[in-house]
């Protein structure tokens, strides 16, 4: 009887930690509009490395990657914890970057109308 209830409260204990990890994660609409922006930043930082040699990549990201953290009112850790989750659930990272690809053309249709 003692075994039974002691992985009964192991088994409780698993399914309430499963349950406050989920809820430490972001909305995924929130990931996706900050995963866009960081991408941007990325291909910005890239462009300006090749035409300006004194910028010093590293530093220059992690200024924009907090501007795009505040801009979306993200906190740093929470972004990279819901990273981390969505590395060990491919296929929820799938539809994450299903839905930023989407958003890229949404706004490319929209550069090209004006």
């Excluded at 399914?15 to 994660?25: I, N, P, T, Y």
């Excluded at 291909?43 to 035409?51: I, W």
């Excluded at 924009?64 to 969505?86: G, H, S």
Aim: aromatic residues 8%; proline residues 3%.
């Amino acid at each position: 009887m003692k075994k039974i209830i002691i992985i009964g409260v192991l088994f409780l204990a698993a399914c309430a930690s499963k349950q406050s990890e989920k809820e430490l994660l972001l909305p995924i609409a929130t990931m996706q509009k900050t995963v866009w922006q960081l991408m941007q930043v990325d291909e910005y930082l890239s462009r300006q490395v090749q035409t300006d040699t004194t910028i010093q990549p590293a530093l220059e990201k992690a200024k924009y990657y907090q501007r795009v953290f505040n801009l979306n009112k993200v906190d740093r850790n929470r972004f990279y914890t819901t990273m981390e989750y969505l590395d060990k659930h491919p296929v929820e990272l799938k539809e994450l970057m299903d839905s930023v690809e989407a958003l890229s053309k949404r706004e490319k249709l929209e550069l090209i109308k004006h």
